[in-house]
């Protein structure tokens, strides 16, 4: 006889019935090959004791029985029973020894595929709630629920199946838990849980079950998409290639972000986690009025105050951003359960627009309450626990939702899904549980550092602690140019920070490095909400690393002077329209200095009442629309004319003859057709023809 392993029969067994999904007999044969054998449905019934079990039938007590049991010791104890009848009715004693498990599965099938009473069938798909408790629910019956089903209970409350125990199954209720008490009854629905997607989603603010938050009607979704979803497998990936833009110039010098990453925002609380998400959300908007490719951003919030989220809504709506962003909500009130299933709710909903060949921006904040939430009906579920009381599986909790982050390749759209999950340290600990899971996971991290933060410098992002392990590949090139100096100039300034605070003297070189440094985090800094479109990013990090902004000190003018000035000038400059795409995709630092000095020699020098006052700041001027509705048409006619004028004195600042920078100017005028000429391939024979047209404006 063979020798067989052990099986495990891993299912609910009842009394009057015993249904087995699925199970596995292995069995070694004597040459020692693995053989699987497999066997869905097979329904056994036991109708007498065995040795080694002792069954107790009745129909008044239902039991259900979870049992290790070894197949040779069944199959032998059916030998001997078959042996008994042989010699009691002289059956073949060949057929005895040829008796094996087949045999006793297909015996077992026969004589008891047919004993379900009406009363058996129903146990199938209904079951009765025993217990219930902070959201999780102990329900007796449901023996054919499957792992992550969905369920309706008796008043219209629905639920999903999380465990499947010896004598119960459990899981978590989502909404109408006070209608559920002991003894309510539950179906099962024999479907997964799905949510809507589509574009009815943009604009609003809902629940991680696509229910509206806002106070408008509900959602008529057409679309419908499963929450958990399996992440797009290597064949359908391709390399990050695009940039991501931020907005902000510390995040996209030092940090860069490129679509179909994952890149994690962590520091601790009240340190500006929320604001470098949010300011990526209104940049976008920014991209799509230069005629770029906007994203579709999705922002979950996790056990935030409805307060907070209604507030972050209000304020994207009142900037123009609500048009391609969604908000779901999961606050402090909800149960955990819609607090655990929000970031996939909000996954899929993102992921129906890049499988359309759309680019995708989601950001959970944060994955810690996501953690504390899933810890809590993990206990209540009766899990081992492990480190910091989180369940085993908190890991793969977050793996399988950043994994579904994705750059898809032609073949699939080109689409791309990038996540910037937020997690909060405590006391700048980022070796704690949950960061360390999620930097291991993610493709970098931006750290943003409490002592920073209270210095006044906002954002207040490490350069040192934080790391892009893959955005730099997408980065533009003029900005990778700039940035790699930049990243080796403030590496040297912090070490050299910290000797000079000993108050011992230092020679000229250590001095200009500090000197440098504290410009450089100067010019990093950025007021909250006003993102900063790359081009400008560019000039002003570029005045900064050719030391062009040392004329400023020379000459009295303060940087945010400089800024405010610089970026009206950018803004305005019918000049500088044409280039502003050019300026990200190409190291032309002849070019960058023709705009620092023009800018510098005509911009800084007039009057003050044609620029807005000084009294106001230049975020509280743009929030209020201002320099949107200024007729800068008397400031465009003076730089033209003073231009001309010195065309000479621009030549040799600038070290471009005399023909080249009047080349530049007049491509200016002839792609900007809002001046009434407009020429789609300029040449020089026309330069002439253009003095006249220019000098009319």
């Not at 002849?590 to 700041?617: A, E, G, K, T």
């Not at 048409?633 to 231009?643: E, F, H, P, V």
Request: proline share 3%; aromatic share 10%.
């Amino acid at each position: 006889m063979k020798k067989y392993s052990n099986i495990i029969l891993n299912n609910k067994l009842s009394l009057n019935q015993t249904s087995f999904n699925a199970y596995s007999i292995i069995s070694y044969s004597n040459n020692n090959k693995l053989n699987l054998f497999t066997n869905n449905n097979i329904k056994t019934l036991f109708q007498k004791n065995i040795t080694g079990f002792d069954w107790k039938l009745s129909s008044k007590k239902k039991e259900k029985l979870h049992f290790e049991l070894s197949l040779g010791r069944l199959i032998e104890n059916m030998m001997l029973n078959t042996k008994k009848q042989a010699s009691q009715k002289s059956i073949d004693s060949d057929l005895v020894e040829s008796f094996s498990y087949k045999h006793f599965l297909n015996l077992m099938e026969n004589k008891y595929s047919s004993d379900k009473t009406g009363e058996d069938l129903d146990d199938l798909s209904t079951g009765v709630v025993v217990a219930f408790k902070d959201a999780v629910v102990t329900i007796t019956g449901l023996l054919n629920v499957q792992l992550n089903e969905m369920i309706r209970f008796e008043g219209g409350a629905s639920g999903l199946i999380l465990s499947l125990e010896e004598k119960a199954v459990k899981g978590i209720v989502f909404t109408g838990a006070s209608g559920i008490v002991t003894g309510t009854k539950a179906f099962r629905t024999n479907s997964v849980m799905v949510v809507g997607v589509g574009d009815a989603v943009l604009g609003r603010v809902v629940n991680a079950l696509g229910e509206p938050l806002d106070g408008k009607s509900q959602i008529a979704f057409t679309d419908y998409m499963r929450v958990e979803r399996k992440a797009p497998g290597v064949v359908t990936r391709k390399k990050v290639s695009e940039p991501l833009i931020t907005g902000l110039k510390i995040v996209d010098a030092l940090v860069p972000i490129g679509k179909g990453q994952r890149e994690l925002i962590l520091g601790d609380r009240k340190t500006g986690k929320t604001t470098i998400a949010i300011d990526t959300i209104l940049n976008q908007r920014l991209l799509a009025e230069q005629g770029e490719n906007s994203l579709f951003c999705f922002y979950v919030a996790i056990g935030k105050r409805l307060s907070e989220i209604m507030r972050i809504a209000k304020m994207l709506n009142k900037r123009g951003a609500s048009t391609y962003t969604t908000i779901v909500g999961a606050p402090a009130s909800d149960p955990a359960s819609l607090q655990y299933l929000a970031p996939y709710t909000a996954c899929t909903m993102a992921e129906y627009f890049t499988y359309r060949g759309n680019h995708s921006l989601i950001i959970y904040d944060d994955l810690s309450k996501h953690a504390d939430a899933y810890r809590q009906l993990a206990l209540l579920l009766r899990r081992p626990v492990g480190r910091e009381a989180y369940p085993g599986d908190v890991f793969y909790l977050h793996s399988r939702l950043l994994e579904r982050a994705v750059k898809m390749n032609a073949d699939f759209l080109s689409g791309s899904l990038t996540a910037l999950p937020v997690v909060e340290t405590v006391q700048g600990d980022v070796s704690a549980y949950i960061p360390t899971n999620v930097i291991s996971i993610t493709d970098g991290q931006i750290y943003l550092d409490l002592n920073l933060h209270q210095e006044g410098v906002r954002p207040a992002v490490d350069a040192g602690l934080s790391v892009s392990r893959v955005g730099s590949s997408a980065q533009y090139k003029s900005m990778k140019s700039l940035a790699g100096s930049l990243k080796l100039e403030l590496a040297q300034y912090r070490e050299v920070a910290q000797f000079s605070k000993f108050g011992s003297e230092l020679d000229t070189a250590t001095r200009n490095i500090l000197l440098k440094g504290k410009l450089l985090i100067e010019i990093l800094k950025q007021p909250r909400n006003l993102p900063l479109v790359v081009y400008k990013q560019i000039l002003l990090l570029f005045a900064a690393s050719t030391g062009f902004l040392g004329i400023l000190a020379e000459n009295g003018i303060t940087l945010p002077e400089y800024e405010r000035s610089l970026y009206t000038f950018l803004d305005y400059s019918h000049i500088v329209l044409p280039f502003k795409r050019y300026i990200a995709l190409n190291v032309d630092k002849d070019l960058f200095s023709f705009f620092l000095y023009y800018h510098y020699d005509f911009w800084m020098r007039l009057d003050s009442s044609l620029l807005p006052s000084n009294n106001v700041s230049f975020a509280d001027e743009l929030n209020n629309g201002f320099l949107r509705t200024f007729d800068y048409t008397l400031l465009i006619k003076r730089n033209l004319l003073d231009m001309f004028t010195d065309i000479k004195v621009f030549g040799k600042i600038s070290k471009r003859s005399t023909t080249e920078i009047t080349y530049l100017i007049n491509l200016s005028r002839l792609r900007n057709p809002s001046y009434g000429f407009f020429i789609s391939r300029p040449k020089k024979h026309l330069l002439v023809k253009c003095y006249k047209d220019v000098l009319k404006v």
